[in-house]
């Protein structure tokens, strides 16, 4: 069976190498700044909803 490879969100294969997904990158920065200031993770999920970037593809929602 052939083994297929998971990259953590912020990450992608493209052309062979490992790149920076710059639009999750900023989603994961403002998470991580809300909840250091106290932001509940009812909000946080919230605020990536209303952000809509997809945790993985062919899905129509965060998961």
Known sequence: ?????????????????????????????????????GASLIKLAETAQQIGIKFRENTERLE
């Open 1 to 37: 069976m052939k083994k297929k490879r998971y990259f953590p969100f912020e990450y992608r294969m493209a052309s062979g190498q490992t790149e920076i997904v710059h639009e999750e990158s900023s989603l994961l920065q403002n998470l991580f700044d809300n909840y250091l200031k």
